[in-house]
């Protein structure tokens, strides 16, 4: 993309309304435009980040063999009647009656939906094990919307539902969720840990929700410092082997890690005191199991083994997609800007011309451009004719990994300066040795 003909409508003021740093850099690199309280407008720059985590949360699906599929955005009453949540939710759901006077409502999550799509089509349990999930837009009609995208009314959720004959085969579809989800946020570049919680209105047992560190975090948490060691890598887990998944949540699971709701001080005394930590986290996803708690009242049943119906047993699991990006800025900014993980960055990598107009200049940001994009790379071409200060300023801003500078001193000695975002550090090298580099940088990734 060449920024003269881009749309990144960047803020120079820091806006006021915006009270932590994620916010504050949205807004000012032209992410995102408030519509109203809670809702957001995604401008192109926020949109690409918006997609590029879309992505990585679909693969991660995929990989571990959950089925994509999308349902409404609205949904009739009637199977909240039926589920005995409609009046339970309380007025964080957002209900509309439509001109035939009928009951609706914005979802705010989709296990009735998917209880009913499963009731009128799986009737065996030979279909299953089944996991359903899909990519929507949800509304909850928060009472303190706040922190932009980080806590929104209508927000992006990844949510999936397992179906399972067993409770057994339900704890390993738990187990998997947590391994997929753990690849996932480090994917992201974020560390995301897994932490005992409460299952509030979508009910059940067993819950764990993954929080980010960060002082803006709205959640108290309480862990065992150990914890924060323990990496997933690129470890191959066979998705469908039990054991496997097992040892990997009892891996991540066994040391003290709680949200405020379910802390319990006696328990954590008993970790050693130096690595007892108190801190606030945000919540970037929850699991569940919940057994038949919503597949016995809707009669979401299979045919088991003996010809006998028996109700499913089921599990959601939720990735707060908008308010992952809130998440990551918080994780990796500085006082200058945004710094992309490369695994979620809007472009790969931008070119700064410090001369436009400059004929052998613009020919060398030319050449670097298609360079990168041949390698099925996506960069930002800054062909503007500011100043090499703002020009500086927006990249550092929006948070590109990777910067290109280009300039007629510099191409006289036949070299172009490759900066790298995180360190601030700087090197002289042929065009071709920093589009190699970038190669190099990516080739893992994508
Ligand atoms: P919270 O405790 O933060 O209100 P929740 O536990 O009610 O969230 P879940 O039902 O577990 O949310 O939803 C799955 C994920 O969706 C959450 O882990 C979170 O990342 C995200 N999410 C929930 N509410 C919001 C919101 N208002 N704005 C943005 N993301 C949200
Ligand atoms: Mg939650």
Redo the contacts with the bound molecule.
């Keep these: 993309m060449r920024l003269s003909r881009y749309f990144l409508p960047v803020l120079k003021e820091t806006p006021s309304e915006a009270q932590i740093v994620s916010h504050r850099l949205m807004l000012r690199a032209g992410m995102i435009k408030q519509a109203s309280a ?1 809702i957001y407008s995604w401008l192109p720059l926020g949109f690409k980040v918006l997609k590029r985590i879309e992505q990585i949360v679909h693969e991660e699906q995929q990989r571990v063999g959950h089925i994509p599929m999308l349902m409404p955005t609205l949904q009739s009453a009637d199977l909240w009647k039926e589920s005995g949540r409609y009046d339970a939710y309380g007025p964080e759901m957002l209900r509309i009656r439509d001109r035939q006077d009928r009951d609706m409502l914005y979802g ?2 989709n296990e009735e939906l998917i209880t009913d799509i499963f009731r009128s089509h799986v009737g065996s349990y030979k279909d299953l094990p089944l996991t359903l999930y899909h990519i929507q837009w ?1 509304f ?1 009609d ?1 009472i303190r ?1 706040r922190f932009g ?9 990844k ?1 999936g539902y397992n179906f399972d004959l067993t409770k057994e085969d339900a704890l390993h579809a738990y187990n998997r969720h947590l391994v997929s989800y753990l690849r996932t946020y480090e994917r992201m570049g974020l560390q995301a840990i897994p932490m005992r ?1 409460d299952s ?3 009910g059940g047992d067993d819950t764990h ?2 929080l980010v560190l960060a002082e803006t975090g ?2 108290e948490v309480f862990y065992d410092s150990q914890i924060t060691d323990l990496k997933f890598g690129d470890r191959e887990i066979d998705h469908d082997d039990h054991a496997a998944c097992a040892a990997v949540l009892e891996e991540f699971t066994s040391r003290y890690a709680r949200t405020d709701e379910t802390h319990d001080e006696a328990i954590f005394s008993q970790v050693p005191e130096d690595r007892r930590r108190t801190a606030r986290g ?5 699991i ?1 199991y919940f057994g038949t708690k919503y597949s016995e009242p809707m009669g979401a049943t299979v045919q088991g083994p003996d010809g006998k119906p028996v109700p499913v047993h089921m599990g959601s699991h ?7 990006l ?2 990551i800025i918080e994780a990796s900014h500085d006082d200058r800007g945004i710094i992309w993980p490369e695994g979620v960055t809007p472009f790969h990598a931008g070119i700064v011309n410090l001369k436009q107009g400059d004929a052998e200049a613009d020919a060398a940001c030319e050449a670097l451009y298609d360079a990168l994009k041949a390698l099925g790379l996506d960069p930002l071409y800054d062909d503007t004719k500011g100043g090499a200060g703002a020009k500086f300023a927006t990249m550092d801003l929006i948070g590109l990994p990777w910067r290109i500078t280009v300039g007629p001193r510099g191409l006289k000695n036949g070299v172009v300066e490759l900066t790298s975002r995180r360190t601030g550090e700087s090197e002289e090298m042929p065009p071709e040795q920093a589009v190699e580099r970038i190669a190099q940088v990516y080739a893992g990734i994508l």
């Excluded at 980080?150 to 927000?155: K, L």
């Excluded at 945000?282 to 929850?286: D, F, K, N, T």
């Design positions: 809670g705010p999550t949800k909850r928060e919307p995208v980080m806590r929104g009314r209508e927000f992006l959720m949510d919680a509030g209105p979508i929700e993954f709205e959640s945000i919540e970037v996803g929850q569940f939720g990735i707060g997609v908008s308010r992952l809130g998440a």
